[in-house]
């Protein structure tokens, strides 16, 4: 391994670029590094991809001593290891997965100076062997990754995050504490303030935008056929494809598998081995499609995962945004899926009105799940707006965007609007009439007129509103409910029977009720309209692919041979932007997004010759 003397970067763009080989910084993270290297304390809220990572390892590298990294989870450690020593870094880990031997060797290296940048688990920061360490060191700064992780109010509260503000006081001198999280809510901002006593801090929040993933919200017939049919159009491309319960990754699997489409699973229900080894195979690209519970995911920083697709609606924004986030990493366009039927709110409504509070205060037990129910509302509402789908999410995330995004499976469909403002008096009459005691399905055939077994038992037929609407569909009347669910002119009690929410307003003859109609046939083919080019792969020609596809035979190859993930070794933006540039000298190739000097030395000559050999 190589080292570098310390002090050999001057400025933080010359270390982005000599060592990460990145010509700019993305939003936000030159402030954070400014104010690190002024010796501020940080807390940094950017989305998942934005790059934080690079917010410590940049300053890491221009201060004079080493620099601890507390983060949660032993493959994330080992990721950002791999990709430094990669890079030319030398950082280590320490964490349960090493032997007591490597530990001590770990320890001695980095008394000797020899670490720029060391991860450990949080657990191990009150033992006295790492005490005695940090004692004996100069720590120049304490970075707490996935700093939510310290908070109550969060999904992933970590107990041993507590002991960090204990740790810090008990070293002699305080170092720079820089904190990083995606969770943007302010309740866990001032917990982690607050729980690692930052002082002053310097804090970031970055837009939450993430503006190379597509979002779009489809509800198909037939979900399997869905999946099949867009695996086939998207051969080869790494994704994740994420199901609600144990029992749907299993079915899915086995269907996928029969196709002969390499895949792997992963969920709760099996052993740790398998489950160690299918992570492994998505990460390291021997399959490239991964089908999962949302207990996978924390701890892949996989940066070329081109899809995720969400099989059943998640319970909450938060979870959606986080595990859609692992779409595009690596700033290339990537899609964001979602397959909605109405049958998740049933399925999620039913989760949450059996979650066991047993435990739990029931004054708490109350507070969550109201929670709770509004978070799945929230999400019910993603499913249903027609509004652009980037701009309700950045909404909820408490920003105020000024225009559609004219790029979200919403702003792409061609819709028709109607005036159904008749139709909603006649839902509502119905609705009211039936005093608040039915679902969707039996106010639509009474209106309808329907002579179902169910509407005869409840003798629907007496009503005034049996049959009003008899010459309306079913479809039409399902998008003018979810209108006025929207509007809040109805909601949803127990058991999704449909109650009058607030319907002053539609006293009001000027107001109307506006329905856009979804024609699944309508929507516009995606792949035929110009797209937002970002450094992506629009910008090959049909030789550019073959090309590519040689790097990454390359690419492959020496992953296999160092034993990393491929993506550590190049990822694809930086084998697109060869393929754009076809270098063939040093200085080209030290050109090309993502090749710093040791990364060069390590692999460049091989590209080269690829490359070379390719344009005769
Ligand atoms: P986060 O921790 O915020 O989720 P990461 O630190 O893992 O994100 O970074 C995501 C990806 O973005 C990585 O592949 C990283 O190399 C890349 N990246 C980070 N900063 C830059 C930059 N300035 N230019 C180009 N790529 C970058
Ligand atoms: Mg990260």
């Known amino acids: 391994m190589r080292t570098f003397d310390r002090g050999i970067y001057k400025t933080s763009k010359e270390a982005l670029k000599a060592v990460f080989g990145y010509d700019s910084f993305r939003p936000g993270q030159e402030s954070v590094i400014n104010a690190v290297l002024e010796g501020r304390d940080i807390l940094a809220v950017m989305p998942t991809g934005a790059g934080k990572s690079l917010c410590y390892q940049v300053p890491a590298m221009l201060l004079s001593g080493i620099t601890l990294v507390i983060s949660p989870l032993i493959s994330l450690m080992q990721d950002q290891v791999n990709a430094l020593n990669e890079a030319g870094v030398n950082a280590a880990f320490i964490n349960s997965s090493l032997s007591e031997k490597v530990i001590n060797e770990t320890f001695k290296n980095a008394v000797n100076g020899y670490y720029k940048i060391l991860y450990v688990a949080p657990e191990r920061l009150m033992s006295e062997v790492f005490i005695s360490f940090a004692k004996s060191v100069e720590i120049s700064m304490i970075t707490v990754d996935e700093s939510h992780c310290i908070s109550q109010w969060g999904q992933d509260f970590r107990p041993s995050y507590m002991d960090i503000a204990e740790f810090i006081n008990i070293l002699g001198k305080r170092p720079i504490i820089s904190a990083f999280t995606a969770t943007a809510t302010q309740n866990v901002r001032e917990d982690i303030i607050c729980s690692l006593g930052l002082s002053d801090p310097y804090f970031l929040v970055t837009g939450f935008d993430r503006e190379n993933l597509f979002f779009q919200v489809d509800k198909p017939q037939n979900k399997e056929r869905f999946i099949l049919d867009y695996i086939e159009r998207h051969r080869g491309e790494s994704g994740i494809i994420y199901c609600a319960t144990r029992k749907n990754v299993d079915s899915l699997y086995t269907l996928l598998r029969k196709q002969n489409i390499s895949v792997a699973r992963y969920h709760a229900g099996m052993s740790n081995e398998e489950r160690k080894q299918m992570q492994d195979d998505f990460v390291f690209d021997y399959t490239s499609i991964v089908i999962a519970t949302n207990a996978f995911g924390m701890g892949i920083d996989k940066s070329n995962v081109r899809f995720v697709i969400h099989y059943n609606m998640p319970s909450s924004m938060e979870n959606y945004y986080q595990e859609a986030g692992r779409a595009g990493r690596d700033g290339l366009n990537s899609e964001c899926i979602l397959l909605f039927s109405p049958q998740d709110i049933i399925i999620n409504r039913f989760l949450l009105e059996h979650k066991d509070f047993s435990d739990i205060d029931p004054i708490d037990a109350m507070t969550i799940r109201d929670r709770d129910i509004k978070r799945l509302q929230i999400m019910e509402g993603y499913c249903y707006t027609t509004e652009c789908l980037r701009n309700y999410i950045l909404k909820y995330f408490g920003e105020d965007p000024k225009k559609p995004c004219d790029d979200c499976g919403n702003c792409l469909r061609q819709f028709e609007t109607l005036d159904m403002t008749d139709e909603a008096k006649k839902i509502i009459n119905c609705i009211y009439e039936s005093r608040g005691r039915y679902g969707k399905n039996i106010i639509m055939d009474t209106v309808l007129g329907a002579k179902t077994a169910r509407l005869a038992e409840i003798g629907a037929s007496k009503y005034k509103s049996y049959g009003v609407l008899e010459s309306s569909n079913k479809n039409l009347l399902r998008r003018l409910i979810e209108e006025l669910l929207l509007a809040g002119y109805i909601t949803t009690g ?66 296999r041979a160092e034993k990393i993930p491929p993506y550590i070794v190049f990822n694809d933006k930086t084998l697109i932007d060869m393929c754009a540039k076809m270098p063939t000298t040093k200085s080209d190739m030290l050109n090309v997004s993502g090749i710093g000097e040791n990364k060069y030395s390590k692999y460049g000559e091989r590209f080269i010759e690829v490359i070379k050999g390719y344009q005769l």
Do not use: H, W
């Open 494 to 559: 127990e058991y999704q029977v449909l109650k009058l929410g607030d319907i002053s307003r539609l006293k009001n003859t000027d107001t109307k009720v506006m329905v856009k109609i979804t024609d699944e046939d309508k929507v516009t083919n995606r792949k035929l309209k110009p797209k937002k080019n970002i450094n992506g792969m629009d910008s090959l020609t049909s030789a550019g692919f073959k090309l590519f596809d040689k790097l990454k035979e390359l690419r492959l190859e020496i992953a």
